[in-house]
């Protein structure tokens, strides 16, 4: 299983940043998919989830400012993030659970600056 996560980078309080993960070596269209977040100093916390059927879930400190979504036909998942704040700072994490196994991208850093 790969998680090759993109999209990350240094962007401007209000500004947007769009995360990409692309997976291999599993049957994506099957997988529930997630990303989760790590700021220095902070716990791995899940930010959004998306579902098989495409049912999603976010974190309320991220409602109404992200949005996730997948293409199975392209085995990816995307986190669409706008209004960013520096709160917002972390490294960004794809995450997916096989029999209760989780794999792991590699993180994409996200800098929110004020």
């Known amino acids: 299983v790969q998680l090759q996560a993109s999209g990350g980078g240094l962007v401007q309080a209000g500004g947007s940043l769009r995360l990409s993960c692309a997976a291999s070596g599993i049957v994506f269209s099957i997988q529930s998919m997630d990303w989760y977040r790590q700021a220095p100093g902070n716990q791995r916390e899940l930010v959004a989830s998306?579902?098989?059927?495409?049912?999603?879930n976010y974190a309320d400190s991220v409602k109404g400012r992200f949005t996730i979504s997948r293409d199975n036909a392209k085995n990816t998942v995307t986190l669409q993030m706008n209004s960013l704040k520096p709160g917002d700072t972390a490294v960004y994490y794809c995450n997916t659970r096989i029999k209760r196994i989780d794999f792991w991208g590699q993180g994409t850093l996200v800098t929110v600056s004020s």
């Open positions: 998306i579902s098989t059927d495409h049912r999603t």
